[in-house]
């Protein structure tokens, strides 16, 4: 099998998936046989084309959007910051993990209920995602520079490479594969998370103050509706850091 037919097979295994995903919604809608419970396909398309024609829509995604990108960098940037210290001074390691740990261990739901009487719920929903994704993110840079090969560390030592050579023709190929993976698993969650806390907060002008009323009210084929923006919202971000990698990996950075 050629490369072309690899190509082609990787374009078709999307369309498999989601006709499966369609496919298993038909088959429930059917069994459960109210539209009240699990509405129909046809419901939940017409649901998500009405939802285009309405200016609620367009500000809702923006303002979640906005609320994911912002939270997202704000973490990011700390766990790079965090990882590249704790790499540096095993000390500052060690604490860090510990307290990484247990972050992680935190019920999600205790972070959204604190941050409901810490903040405003416009910006809540941010401090619930950064707290949540940071250990993550902070863990997995940590291993990825971790991991670099100390052979190639210890020849950069005994040759005195200069330390910006290190980061750009050392450090950085190493490790943003397993950087970039922490990415695209973090921000998918990171969406789930904004929006989840915006059901909780009824956060102004948000998908998840839409898809509470839309819950609220009974409106299922709108809820999908709104569920079926969400997941489209993930796989493009994740879609744009994959275009980011594969940029990144012809400029030289693996």
Partial sequence: MNKKSFKYLDLLYPVIALGLVLILCAITAKAVGSELI???????????????????????????????????????????LLA?????????????????????????????????????TLNAPMLVAILVIFPLQF?????????????LIEMAKIYKVPVKKQIFNLY???????????????????????????????????????MQQASMYLEMHVLFAWTIMAII??????????LVQKLCEKGGVR
């Fill in 38 to 80: 699990f509405p129909k396909l046809s419901s939940m398309f017409k649901a998500f084309f009405n939802l285009l024609t309405q200016k609620v829509f367009y500000l809702s995604v923006a303002n979640t959007l906005g609320r994911i990108l912002l939270s997202f960098v704000i973490s990011f940037a700390f766990a790079l």
């Fill in 84 to 120: 590249i210290i704790s790499a540096l001074f095993n000390g500052v390691g060690k604490v860090s993990t510990i307290l990484a740990s247990i972050m992680r261990a935190i019920p999600t739901m205790s972070i959204i209920l604190l941050a409901l009487i810490w903040l405003s």
């Fill in 139 to 151: 863990s997995g840079i940590l291993n990825a520079i971790k991991n670099v090969d100390p052979r």
């Fill in 172 to 210: 950085l190929p190493e490790t943003a594969k397993d950087i970039f993976s922490t990415i695209r698993s973090t921000i998918s969650l990171n969406v789930k998370l904004i929006i989840a806390a915006e059901v909780m907060a009824q956060t102004r002008d948000s998908m998840g103050l839409q």
């Fill in 233 to 242: 919202l993930g796989l493009i971000l994740e879609g744009i850091i994959i």
